[in-house]
């Protein structure tokens, strides 16, 4: 079975601060993770994805198998970096954690 | 194209009536998936299409939900007898899958979701 989880309800860090929202997830084949951010008031939009490594707003994720974990990361946090991020595994379909709330303090 | 769409935003009946809502997916999106949230919870799966066929049904989609795309274009989701429960929003989200070493390289793209609430 699938399972992602987010241990963190809620993150609160200082403008300038690092960031990291944690990701741990279950799947017993290759998993396929993906960060999703929600803005206030906007709809769910993918941020990153494992596959492209890539760095999106600042932030960049690295999947570690060994840990089975997918944290997001960003060296400095920014004000409007303050949202809900999801961490998510697809397989058939997508499996979501219940989030974490980012507020970035200015 | 402008993304998916989703309609009504809002949905406010009272307990026992049916809804129903719909999805537009983008075109070239075979796949369509609806989802549920409620306050402080991720989404959670409930089902989704390939074309116009039903592939997965969620262990959470009651007897209650169900949900059609005849055409493999747009979807509606109905609730019939809805209870207090069922409020919550109702998010659509569509992908492309195509062959097997094809696979959608941006996830899925999500509606602004239809909130419901029983009252």
């Known amino acids: 079975a699938q399972r992602v989880t987010q241990p963190e309800k809620l993150l609160s860090v200082f403008k300038g601060a690092p960031v990291e929202l944690k990701c741990n997830y279950s799947?017993?084949?290759?998993?396929?993770l993906f960060w999703y951010v929600q803005y206030s008031r906007q709809r769910l939009q993918l941020l990153l994805r494992?596959?492209s490594r890539e760095s999106i707003k600042g932030f960049t994720a690295d999947l570690n198998k060994g840990e089975t974990s997918f944290h997001l990361k960003k060296p400095f946090a920014q004000e409007e970096d303050s949202a809900m991020y999801y961490c998510?595994?697809?397989?058939?379909?997508?499996?979501f954690g219940q989030g974490t709330r980012l507020t970035i303090n200015p | 194209d402008t993304g998916v769409s989703q309609d009504p935003r809002h949905k406010i009946t009272k307990r026992g009536q049916n809804v129903t809502f719909r999805c537009d997916p983008i075109?070239?999106?075979?796949?369509l998936y609806w989802y549920r949230q409620t306050l402080g919870q991720g989404p959670e799966f409930l089902t989704y299409?390939?074309?116009?066929?039903?592939?997965?049904k969620s262990r959470l989609l009651s007897d209650r939900f169900s949900a059609e795309r005849p055409k493999g274009s747009f979807s509606t989701l109905e609730i019939q007898r809805t209870e207090q429960g069922d409020s919550a929003m109702y998010l659509c989200?569509?992908?492309?899958?195509?062959?097997?070493?094809?696979?959608?390289?941006?996830?899925?793209?999500f509606g602004s979701g239809t909130r419901l609430t029983v009252v």
């Open positions: 494992h596959i």
């Open positions: 998510a595994l697809r397989a058939q379909k997508l499996v």
């Open positions: 299409f390939q074309n116009e066929a039903q592939l997965e």
């Open positions: 799947y017993s084949g290759s998993p396929e």
């Open positions: 989200a569509s992908s492309r899958r195509g062959g097997a070493a094809y696979r959608s390289p941006w996830g899925y793209t």
């Open positions: 075109s070239e999106h075979n796949r």
